[in-house]
C-alpha cells in the first residue's frame, strides 16, 4: 500500500560513532555489558545510527528489541514491555519458573491489562524489577541482546526507574542497553534528568553525542539519496548543505523538495517545518485536513481510525495514506498501524492548526473515542485536555491515576493526579479526594511531598466531620513525618487519629502501634509501654504489617529498659511474623532494626548474620536502598571487629548499587572513612571524603546523622595533619547534641580530638548519658573516659582508667578500641601487634615511623620542649607537667600544641613512641 519514500540509501558519516557502538556490540558479545547513551539533536539520525548497527547485530547472532517511547498517552511499562513482549516470544525457557513471578511477568507482558492478583502489594513493583532482569540475564546466556530505550525523554517515570535497575545488572553480561534521547532534554528537570545522572553514574557507561555531519558528509548524503538516473545541479547541491546545516534528516527533505520544484522555481525551504508545508501543497485541501486530524492523534495512527475521523471510506482513508508515504510524510511501522517520518514532520502538520482548530480536532476525537469505547482512560484524558474541557480531562486523568496505581507505576499515577489538580474544576470534596491519593502515591515513592498533600486534604475532612477518613490521613501524615525526621509532628497526628477512632476501628490499633513504635526506636522505652499495651487489647481486626511493627516496638522497648532476655524473645517473634507477612521491604527492614541492636549488645555474629540475611533478601527482590544499607552496616561490624578487608569489600558493594538517597550516602560516608583511613585508601578515602555532604548531614537536624559523620571527618583531618579542623568539627558536634546517645560509638573520637578547652564538655556528655548499659555503647564510653583521664588527670588515674578500658575492648572483641587505648598507655608494642594483626596499615607504618632512620626530619624542639615531650612520654597530663615546671596550665598547654605541630603528631601516644625510639637510638 505504501511506496518507497526518498530516503539515503546507507548512512552516511559517524564512522567515529558507528566503530565505537560496534566495539560496545563486540565487547558484550564476549561478556562485558555496557550501557550506551546516545544523544543529539533532533533529525541528526539517532535512530537511524542504531538502526543499522543493531540490524546489522540482529542477523549475527544478537535478540534485539526496541522500547519505542512516545510524546503523550502511552501506559506505564508499556515501550519496554512490548519489547520484552518480542524477546521471549517463543522462548518459555526464559520464562520465570516460579508460579508467582511468571504470573508477575506475563502481567507486564500484556501491560497489566489482566486483572490484579489478589492480595497483590505495592512492594511487587521492585518484585517485578527482579523479574524482568533475571529474565533478561537469562536470554543473554543464550545470545547476546541489544535492548535500545528510544526517545528516553518521554519515558514514563516507571520505565526510566526499571531501566536505570537493567543498567546496574549488565556490566559482566552479554547485553548492550541503548538509550536514546535528544541533547536539549539533558538538562531537564524532573525523571528523565534524574535518571540520566543515575545512569552516567555507572562505570559501564558510555556516551555517544551526535553533532551535524560535516560539509562532505552532507554532499555525500545528498548523492545517495538521490533516485538512479536523477541529479541536481550543483548549486542546489550548495544551497541545500548552506540550508541543513548538518542535519541529515533536513538534508533527504531538501533532497526531496529540489527534485520536484522545476527549473527557476522559488528557493529551497528554510527549515523542517516550510519543507513540510511546501510537500502539503500537492495534496489535495481533503487529504491535507485528514493528515492534520492524523497529527492530532499523534505520530503513529491506523488508516482505519483516520478513516472514522475524517468521514472516510476504506479506500478514500488508503488513498491519504499511500499520497502521504509518496511525499515522505508518513512511513509503515511494520506494526498494521503508520506513523509520520519523525517527530519534526508531525509537528510541522499539526503546527498549521490554529488554537481554536485543535480544540476542536482533540473534541472529535475525544468524542469519538468515549462513543466507541475501545480506548483507555489515559488517551481521552489527553485529548479532552486539548480540547479544552477541563472537566472531563479532570475525571480522566483521575482514572488514569487509579489505573497506575494498580500497576505500581506510582510516579506515572502522581502526574495525573497533579494533572487533574491543576485544570482546576474539582469541588471541595473531590479535591480533597484526589489529594488523599495524590499523598498516597508519594508515600509510596518515598517522596517528602507525600506530607504536604495530606495535610491539605486532613483539613478539608476536619472541616466535614469524617473522622474515619480524619484517622486514615493522620496515620500517613504520621508515617511522612517520621521520615522527615519529625518525631513531635508525628506523635501528634497519631494522637488526633486515636481520638478519631473507636474502640473497635483497626485503624486504632495502628495508630497505637505506630506511636509505641516512634517512641521505642527513639529510646523512649518507658513512654511506648502505655502504647504497647493498648495495642495488646485491641480486639479488632489487626492489619498484618501492624502485627509486626507491634512486636518491633516491643522489642525495642525492652532493648532501651536494659531488659536484654525478653528483648531476644521478642525479636525472635518479631522476625517471624515479618516472615509471615510476606512483604520483602518489611522483611530485610526488620533484619535490619534486629541486627542494629544485636551490634549494640555487641553479639556481632547475630548482627552480620542478621545485615547478611537482609541483603540477600534485597537483593532478591530489587530493593536497592535497604541492600545498600544492610551492607554498611554489615562493614561497621567488620570494622568493629578488626576485619578491614571485609569492612572495605562490603562498602564498596554498597556503593556499587549506585543509591543515591541521602541517609545511605551519609550512613555509607562516615562507616567507610574511617575503613579507608586505617586500610591507607586514598581512592576510597576520596570516593567518600566529600565535605559538602556535611553540611547536609548537619541541614537535617537528625543527631544520629550529623554527629557520627562530623567523626569520621574529624579523624579525615586529623590524619592529614589539620587538629584545628578536627578539633572544630567536634566543637560542632558538641554544640548541637545534649547526649552521648546519637553518638555513642563516635565518644572516642570527640574525647581523642577536641580542643583542651572542649574536654569538659566531652566530660559532661559522657557523664549525661543515663541510658541503660550497654556493652558496645558502654566499651566506648570507658575508652573515651581514659582519654579524657589521660588528657587532663595525674599519670597513676590515667594509667588505671586505660587499663580498664584495654581489659573491656577485648572482652568484647573491640581490637581497634583497645589498640587505641594500649597506644595511650604507652603500650606501644601491644597496639603495634593488633594494628598488624588486623591490617591496619595506616596505623602500623605511623607507630613505626619514629624508629625509622631518617623518616623523620622535625623541626628542632627548643630546650622546654624538649622537656615536656620527655614528661609526656612518662604519662605526665598538662597540669602535672605545669606543676613540675612551675609554669602555668594554659603554658604548658602552648608548648604542647607547638611539640604536637613541629613533630606532625597527633597523639600522645605517637610522641611517646618517637620520644622512646630515640632514646633507644642515641643509646
Given at each position: 500500500?505504501?511506496?518507497?519514500?526518498?530516503?539515503?540509501r546507507?548512512?552516511?558519516?559517524r564512522?567515529?560513532e558507528r566503530?565505537?557502538?560496534?566495539?560496545?556490540?563486540?565487547a558484550?558479545?564476549?561478556?562485558?555489558?555496557?550501557?550506551?547513551?546516545?544523544?543529539?539533536?533532533?533529525?541528526?539520525?539517532?535512530?537511524?545510527?542504531?538502526r543499522?548497527?543493531?540490524?546489522?547485530?540482529?542477523?549475527?547472532?544478537?535478540?534485539?528489541?526496541?522500547?519505542?517511547?512516545?510524546?503523550?498517552?502511552?501506559?506505564?511499562?508499556?515501550?519496554?514491555?512490548?519489547?520484552?513482549?518480542?524477546?521471549?516470544?517463543?522462548?518459555?525457557?526464559?520464562?520465570p519458573?516460579?508460579?508467582?513471578?511468571?504470573?508477575?511477568?506475563?502481567?507486564?507482558?500484556?501491560?497489566?491489562?489482566?486483572?490484579?492478583?489478589?492480595?497483590?502489594?505495592a512492594?511487587?513493583?521492585?518484585?517485578?524489577?527482579?523479574?524482568?532482569?533475571?529474565?533478561?540475564?537469562?536470554l543473554?546466556?543464550?545470545?547476546?541482546?541489544?535492548?535500545?530505550?528510544d526517545?528516553?525523554?518521554?519515558?514514563?517515570?516507571?520505565?526510566?526507574?526499571?531501566?536505570?535497575?537493567?543498567?546496574?545488572?549488565?556490566?559482566?553480561?552479554?547485553?548492550?542497553?541503548i538509550?536514546?534521547?535528544?541533547?536539549?532534554?539533558?538538562?531537564?528537570?524532573?525523571?528523565?534528568?534524574?535518571?540520566?545522572v543515575?545512569l552516567?553514574?555507572?562505570?559501564?557507561?558510555?556516551?555517544?553525542?551526535?553533532?551535524?555531519?560535516?560539509?562532505?558528509e552532507?554532499?555525500?548524503l545528498?548523492?545517495?539519496?538521490?533516485?538512479?538516473?536523477?541529479?541536481?545541479?550543483?548549486?542546489?547541491?550548495?544551497?541545500i548543505?548552506?540550508?541543513?546545516?548538518?542535519?541529515?534528516?533536513f538534508?533527504e527533505?531538501l533532497?526531496?523538495?529540489?527534485?520536484?520544484?522545476?527549473?527557476?522555481?522559488?528557493?529551497?525551504?528554510?527549515?523542517?517545518?516550510?519543507?513540510?508545508?511546501?510537500?502539503?501543497?500537492?495534496?489535495?485541501p481533503?487529504?491535507?485536513?485528514?493528515?492534520?486530524?492524523?497529527?492530532?492523534?499523534?505520530?503513529?495512527?491506523?488508516?482505519?481510525?483516520?478513516?472514522?475521523l475524517?468521514?472516510?471510506?476504506?479506500?478514500?482513508?488508503?488513498?491519504?495514506?499511500?499520497?502521504?508515504?509518496?511525499?515522505n510524510?508518513?512511513?509503515?511501522?511494520?506494526?498494521?498501524?503508520?506513523?509520520?517520518?519523525?517527530?519534526?514532520?508531525?509537528?510541522?502538520?499539526?503546527?498549521?492548526?490554529?488554537?481554536?482548530?485543535?480544540?476542536?480536532?482533540?473534541?472529535?476525537?475525544?468524542?469519538?473515542?468515549?462513543?466507541?469505547?475501545?480506548?483507555?482512560?489515559?488517551?481521552?484524558?489527553?485529548h479532552?485536555?486539548?480540547?479544552?474541557?477541563?472537566?472531563?480531562?479532570a475525571?480522566?486523568?483521575?482514572?488514569?491515576?487509579?489505573?497506575?496505581?494498580?500497576?505500581?507505576?506510582?510516579?506515572?499515577?502522581?502526574?495525573?493526579?497533579?494533572?487533574?489538580?491543576?485544570?482546576?474544576?474539582?469541588?471541595?470534596?473531590?479535591?480533597?479526594?484526589?489529594?488523599?491519593?495524590?499523598?498516597?502515591?508519594y508515600?509510596l515513592?518515598?517522596?517528602?511531598?507525600?506530607?504536604?498533600?495530606?495535610?491539605?486534604?486532613?483539613?478539608?475532612?476536619?472541616?466535614?466531620?469524617?473522622?474515619?477518613?480524619?484517622?486514615?490521613?493522620?496515620?500517613?501524615l504520621?508515617?511522612?513525618?517520621?521520615?522527615?525526621?519529625?518525631?513531635?509532628?508525628?506523635?501528634?497526628?497519631?494522637?488526633?487519629?486515636?481520638?478519631?477512632?473507636?474502640?473497635?476501628?483497626?485503624?486504632?490499633?495502628?495508630?497505637?502501634?505506630?506511636?509505641?513504635?516512634?517512641?521505642?526506636?527513639?529510646?523512649?522505652?518507658?513512654?511506648a509501654?502505655?502504647?504497647?499495651?493498648?495495642?495488646?487489647?485491641?480486639?479488632?481486626?489487626?492489619?498484618?504489617?501492624?502485627?509486626?511493627r507491634?512486636?518491633?516496638?516491643?522489642?525495642?522497648?525492652?532493648f532501651?529498659?536494659?531488659?536484654?532476655?525478653?528483648?531476644?524473645?521478642?525479636?525472635?517473634?518479631y522476625?517471624?511474623e515479618?516472615?509471615?507477612?510476606?512483604?520483602?521491604?518489611?522483611?530485610?527492614?526488620?533484619?535490619?532494626?534486629?541486627?542494629?541492636?544485636?551490634?549494640?549488645?555487641?553479639?556481632?555474629?547475630r548482627?552480620?548474620?542478621g545485615?547478611?540475611?537482609a541483603?540477600?533478601?534485597?537483593d532478591?527482590?530489587?530493593?536497592a536502598?535497604?541492600?545498600?544499607?544492610?551492607?554498611?552496616?554489615?562493614?561497621?561490624v567488620?570494622?568493629?571487629?578488626?576485619?578491614?578487608?571485609?569492612?572495605?569489600?562490603?562498602?564498596?558493594?554498597?556503593?556499587?548499587?549506585?543509591?543515591?538517597?541521602?541517609i545511605?550516602?551519609?550512613?555509607?560516608?562516615?562507616?567507610?572513612?574511617?575503613?579507608?583511613?586505617?586500610?591507607?585508601?586514598?581512592?576510597?578515602?576520596?570516593?567518600?571524603?566529600?565535605?559538602?555532604l556535611?553540611?547536609?548531614?548537619?541541614?537535617?537536624?537528625?543527631?544520629?546523622?550529623?554527629?557520627?559523620l562530623?567523626?569520621?571527618?574529624?579523624?579525615?583531618?586529623?590524619?592529614?595533619?589539620?587538629?584545628?579542623?578536627?578539633a572544630e568539627?567536634?566543637?560542632?558536634?558538641?554544640?548541637?547534641?545534649?547526649?552521648?546517645?546519637?553518638?555513642?560509638?563516635?565518644?572516642?573520637?570527640?574525647?581523642?580530638?577536641?580542643a583542651?578547652?572542649?574536654?569538659?564538655?566531652?566530660?559532661?556528655?559522657?557523664?549525661?548519658?543515663?541510658?541503660?548499659?550497654?556493652?558496645?555503647?558502654?566499651?566506648?564510653?570507658?575508652?573515651a573516659?581514659?582519654?579524657?583521664?589521660?588528657?587532663?588527670?595525674?599519670?597513676?588515674?590515667?594509667?588505671?582508667?586505660?587499663?580498664?578500658?584495654?581489659?573491656?575492648?577485648?572482652?568484647?572483641?573491640?581490637?581497634?578500641?583497645?589498640?587505641?587505648?594500649?597506644?595511650?598507655?604507652?603500650?606501644?608494642?601491644?597496639?603495634?601487634?593488633?594494628?598488624?594483626?588486623?591490617?591496619?596499615?595506616?596505623?602500623v607504618?605511623?607507630?613505626?615511623?619514629?624508629a625509622?632512620?631518617?623518616?623523620?626530619?622535625?623541626?628542632?624542639?627548643?630546650?622546654?620542649?624538649?622537656?615536656?615531650?620527655?614528661?609526656?612520654?612518662?604519662?605526665?597530663?598538662?597540669?602535672?607537667?605545669?606543676?613540675?615546671?612551675?609554669?602555668?596550665?594554659?603554658?604548658?598547654?602552648?608548648?604542647?600544641?607547638?611539640?604536637?605541630?613541629?613533630?606532625?603528631?597527633?597523639?600522645?601516644?605517637?610522641?611517646?613512641?618517637?620520644?622512646?625510639?630515640?632514646r633507644?637510638?642515641?643509646?
Open positions: 500500500m505504501i511506496s518507497s519514500p526518498v530516503l539515503a546507507r548512512l552516511v558519516g564512522a567515529r566503530t565505537f557502538v560496534n566495539a560496545r556490540f563486540d558484550a558479545e564476549h561478556g562485558t555489558g555496557s550501557l550506551i547513551i546516545v544523544s543529539g539533536d533532533s533529525g541528526v539520525g539517532k535512530t537511524r545510527l542504531l543499522e548497527g543493531v540490524g546489522a547485530r540482529s542477523g549475527a547472532g544478537f535478540q534485539t528489541a526496541w522500547a519505542t517511547n512516545l510524546e503523550y498517552a502511552r501506559a506505564a511499562f508499556v515501550p519496554l514491555s512490548e519489547a520484552f513482549a518480542g524477546l521471549v516470544r517463543g522462548n518459555s525457557r526464559v520464562l519458573t516460579v508460579s508467582s513471578a511468571r504470573r508477575l511477568f506475563e502481567r507486564f507482558l500484556a501491560a497489566f491489562d489482566s486483572p490484579e492478583d489478589e492480595g497483590s502489594q512492594w511487587q513493583k521492585r518484585r517485578l524489577f527482579v523479574v524482568v532482569g533475571d529474565v533478561l540475564e537469562r543473554a546466556r543464550e545470545r547476546p541482546v541489544a535492548l535500545v530505550v526517545d528516553a525523554q518521554w519515558a514514563d517515570p516507571e520505565s526510566l526507574e526499571l531501566t536505570q535497575y537493567l543498567a546496574t545488572r549488565i556490566e559482566r553480561a552479554r547485553i548492550a542497553l538509550v536514546v534521547a535528544r541533547t536539549d532534554a539533558r538538562n531537564t528537570s524532573g525523571a528523565f534528568g534524574d535518571a540520566l543515575n552516567e553514574r555507572l562505570a559501564w557507561c558510555h556516551r555517544v553525542e551526535l553533532g551535524p555531519l560535516s560539509d562532505p552532507v554532499r555525500e545528498i548523492f545517495t539519496s538521490l533516485p538512479e538516473g536523477r541529479s541536481l545541479a550543483q548549486r542546489t547541491i550548495d544551497e548543505c548552506r540550508r541543513s546545516e548538518g542535519n541529515p534528516l538534508t527533505d533532497v526531496r523538495d529540489a527534485l520536484e520544484r522545476p527549473s527557476g522555481a522559488r528557493r529551497l525551504p528554510v527549515s523542517v517545518e516550510q519543507s513540510v508545508q511546501h510537500r502539503l501543497q500537492q495534496l489535495a481533503r487529504d491535507v485536513a485528514s493528515l492534520e486530524l492524523a497529527a492530532a492523534i499523534g505520530v503513529s495512527f491506523t488508516a482505519q481510525l483516520l478513516g472514522e475524517a468521514g472516510l471510506n476504506e479506500e478514500e482513508s488508503r488513498h491519504v495514506v499511500r499520497r502521504a508515504a509518496e511525499l510524510l508518513i512511513v509503515d511501522d511494520q506494526s498494521g498501524a503508520v506513523r509520520f517520518r519523525h517527530q519534526l514532520t508531525r509537528d510541522a502538520v499539526y503546527g498549521r492548526l490554529l488554537a481554536a482548530e485543535r480544540q476542536e480536532v482533540h473534541r472529535r476525537i475525544a468524542t469519538m473515542l468515549e462513543g466507541r469505547g475501545e480506548r483507555g482512560a489515559r488517551l481521552l484524558a489527553y479532552w485536555q486539548h480540547a479544552g474541557d477541563a472537566a472531563r480531562a475525571e480522566f486523568a483521575i482514572l488514569v491515576g487509579d489505573e497506575e496505581m494498580q500497576r505500581y507505576a506510582f510516579g506515572s499515577a502522581r502526574d495525573h493526579f497533579e494533572t487533574a489538580l491543576a485544570l482546576g474544576t474539582l469541588d471541595p470534596q473531590r479535591r480533597a479526594h484526589v489529594l488523599s491519593k495524590l499523598g498516597t502515591a508515600e515513592l518515598g517522596a517528602p511531598e507525600a506530607y504536604d498533600r495530606l495535610a491539605s486534604a486532613l483539613e478539608f475532612f476536619r472541616e466535614c466531620g469524617d473522622r474515619a477518613a480524619v484517622a486514615r490521613l493522620c496515620v500517613g504520621a508515617r511522612a513525618a517520621f521520615r522527615k525526621a519529625d518525631q513531635k509532628a508525628a506523635l501528634a497526628h497519631l494522637r488526633e487519629a486515636l481520638d478519631a477512632t473507636d474502640a473497635g476501628d483497626p485503624m486504632r490499633f495502628g495508630a497505637n502501634v505506630l506511636q509505641a513504635m516512634y517512641l521505642a526506636f527513639a529510646g523512649d522505652g518507658a513512654e509501654l502505655p502504647h504497647i499495651e493498648a495495642a495488646d487489647a485491641f480486639t479488632g481486626f489487626r492489619a498484618p504489617e501492624y502485627v509486626v507491634l512486636h518491633g516496638a516491643r522489642a525495642a522497648a525492652f532501651y529498659l536494659g531488659r536484654f532476655d525478653e528483648w531476644r524473645a521478642e525479636t525472635d517473634r522476625l517471624e515479618a516472615d509471615s507477612c510476606g512483604d520483602p521491604a518489611l522483611i530485610a527492614n526488620c533484619r535490619i532494626n534486629a541486627a542494629g541492636f544485636a551490634r549494640e549488645l555487641a553479639e556481632f555474629d548482627a552480620a548474620d545485615f547478611a540475611r541483603a540477600a533478601i534485597s532478591e527482590f530489587g530493593l536502598l535497604s541492600a545498600a544499607y544492610a551492607r554498611i552496616a554489615a562493614a561497621d567488620a570494622y568493629l571487629r578488626g576485619e578491614l578487608e571485609r569492612a572495605r569489600a562490603l562498602v564498596h558493594e554498597a556503593c556499587s548499587l549506585g543509591v543515591a538517597a541521602q545511605v550516602r551519609i550512613y555509607a560516608a562516615w562507616v567507610g572513612l574511617p575503613i579507608a583511613l586505617a586500610l591507607d585508601d586514598p581512592a576510597l578515602v576520596s570516593r567518600l571524603g566529600d565535605p559538602t556535611i553540611e547536609e548531614a548537619f541541614s537535617t537536624g537528625r543527631a544520629e546523622l550529623f554527629a557520627p562530623a567523626a569520621a571527618h574529624a579523624e579525615l583531618a586529623a590524619a592529614r595533619g589539620d587538629g584545628p579542623r578536627a568539627l567536634v566543637a560542632r558536634v558538641l554544640d548541637s547534641i545534649s547526649s552521648a546517645f546519637p553518638a555513642s560509638t563516635d565518644v572516642v573520637t570527640l574525647a581523642r580530638l577536641a583542651a578547652g572542649d574536654v569538659p564538655r566531652v566530660a559532661a556528655l559522657l557523664v549525661a548519658d543515663a541510658s541503660p548499659p550497654r556493652p558496645l555503647a558502654l566499651v566506648h564510653r570507658g575508652v573516659q581514659a582519654i579524657l583521664a589521660s588528657r587532663t588527670e595525674a599519670g597513676v588515674s590515667a594509667a588505671h582508667a586505660l587499663d580498664d578500658a584495654i581489659r573491656s575492648a577485648g572482652s568484647v572483641g573491640l581490637p581497634l578500641l583497645a589498640a587505641i587505648a594500649s597506644e595511650l598507655a604507652n603500650r606501644t608494642s601491644e597496639a603495634l601487634a593488633i594494628y598488624r594483626r588486623i591490617g591496619a596499615l595506616r596505623d607504618a605511623r607507630l613505626q615511623r619514629p625509622r632512620e631518617g623518616a623523620l626530619t622535625p623541626k628542632a624542639l627548643t630546650k622546654r620542649e624538649e622537656e615536656i615531650a620527655e614528661l609526656i612520654a612518662t604519662g605526665d597530663s598538662n597540669r602535672t607537667i605545669a606543676e613540675k615546671l612551675s609554669i602555668s596550665e594554659r603554658t604548658a598547654e602552648h608548648h604542647v600544641a607547638s611539640i604536637f605541630s613541629k613533630l606532625g603528631f597527633h597523639s600522645r601516644a605517637e610522641l611517646a613512641a618517637f620520644v622512646v625510639a630515640r633507644v637510638s642515641r643509646e
